[in-house]
Nanobody
Framework: VQLQASGGGLVQPGGSLRLSCTAS????????VGWFRQAPGKEREFVAA????????FYSDSVKGRFTISRDNAKKSVYLEMASLMPEDTAVYYC???????????????????WGQGTPVTVSS
């Protein structure tokens, strides 16, 4: 299984973008799918995640109310709808799958075992 992230680009402050993360290969089996981001010179940080079995959603405080994570099981895809974007949202965004992750670790990058390539998001006027 490979993860493919897409949808990044350049957007003005206040604008919106929709990122996609699609799994290819054999049937997609996971416990959680998360979105993370990494800005230049900073550590990778948690953005949002979905606990697969229950559909429970989790967000970082910095994006809560502005970003929405969702999934399409048939398309083996997870989406991140980003609205009211700010310059501080500028980063490379990654999706990841945690096949053995536990719920209490859903915000921890190293607990995810499968990563897609990043898609860059730049928020600038």
């Amino acid at each position: 299984v490979q993860l493919q992230a897409s949808g990044g680009g350049l957007v003005q402050p206040g604008g919106s973008l929709r990122l996609s993360c699609t799994a290819s290969g054999r049937a997609f089996s996971t416990r959680a799918v998360g979105w993370f981001r990494q800005a230049p010179g900073k550590e990778r940080e948690f953005v949002a995640a979905i606990w697969w079995s229950a559909g429970s959603l989790f967000y970082s405080d910095s994006v809560k109310g502005r970003f929405t994570i969702s999934r399409d099981n048939a398309k083996k895809s997870v989406y991140l709808e980003m609205a009211s974007l700010m310059p501080e949202d500028t980063a490379v965004y990654y999706c990841a799958s945690g096949e053995r992750i536990i719920l209490s670790s859903i915000r921890i990058p190293r607990q995810y075992n499968r990563w897609g390539q990043g898609t860059p998001v730049t928020v600038s006027s």
